[in-house]
T-cell receptor, first 109, second 113 residues
Framework: DAKTTQPPSMDCAEGRAANLPCNHS???????VYWYRQIHSQGPQYIIH???NNETNEMASLIITEDRKSSTLILPHATLRDTAVYYC??????????FGAGTILRVKS | DTEVTQTPKHLVMGMTNKKSLKCEQH?????MYWYKQKAKKPPELMFV???????INESVPSRFSPECPNSSLLNLHLHALQPEDSALYLC????????????FGPGTRLTVT
């Protein structure tokens, strides 16, 4: 599975969009990009995934660059409850998730 | 019901004890997972059961013994653990054909004394 690089931490003002970047320059053609988050004292939570097209669901949007070497998770209107560690994971289809260090997102009022 | 439950929430055990962690889901998922998470670190996969058969063992020491009695239940039997095994143990499940979307339980906080 391709390696991912994320900033260790980010701050975001409440009500503003949170844009979380992820670099995955060695991604191969059959590898998907997945995002999970882990709120303090809880298990990780699936957010969204994509292959090459941009994706949107009720939680977030995922923007994948045309060369697929990087992606951005967008939380359109961050709230205090979105404070969490956000993990970007790249892998081929299958059931093995390998979590990297992630980005600590702090949403501040 | 999209919940994965884990019991107990907290467990303190001595190095000579035998204990078990339990995980349950009623979503009809056919894949179940055990992860270990040390403080301030990401979760690390330990075991995967697919259709009640062990499909992945990430070279976990034999003092950890998983068991999947049926498609809804997953146990992790613990014996002769070391203090460095103290961690949060997370269970997860997924549908057999949507494994990217894993549902995690809240975890069991294990302390080995």
């Amino acid at each position: 599975d391709a390696k991912t690089t994320q900033p260790p931490s980010m701050d975001c003002a409440e009500g503003r969009a949170a844009n979380l970047p992820c670099n995955h320059s060695t991604i191969s053609g059959n590898e998907y990009v997945y995002w999970y988050r882990q709120i303090h004292s809880q298990g990780p939570q699936y957010i969204i995934h994509g292959l090459k097209n941009n994706e949107t669901n009720e939680m977030a949007s995922l923007i994948i660059t045309e060369d697929r070497k990087s992606s951005t998770l967008i939380l359109p209107h961050a709230t205090l409850r979105d404070t969490a560690v956000y993990y970007c994971i790249v892998r081929v289809d299958g059931n093995k998730l390998v979590f990297g260090a992630g980005t600590i997102l702090r949403v501040k009022s | 019901d999209t919940e994965v439950t884990q019991t107990p929430k907290h467990l303190v055990m001595g190095m000579t004890n035998k204990k078990s962690l339990k995980c349950e889901q009623h979503m009809g998922h056919r894949a179940m997972y055990w992860y270990k998470q040390k403080a301030k670190k990401p979760p690390e996969l330990m075991f995967v059961y697919s259709y009640e058969k062990l499909s992945i063992n990430e070279s976990v020491p034999s003092r950890f013994s998983p068991e999947c009695p049926n498609s809804s239940l997953l146990n992790l039997h613990l014996h002769a653990l070391q203090p460095e095994d103290s961690a949060l143990y997370l269970c997860a499940s997924s549908q057999g054909n949507r494994d990217y979307e894993q549902y995690f339980g809240p975890g069991t906080r294990l302390t080995v004394t």
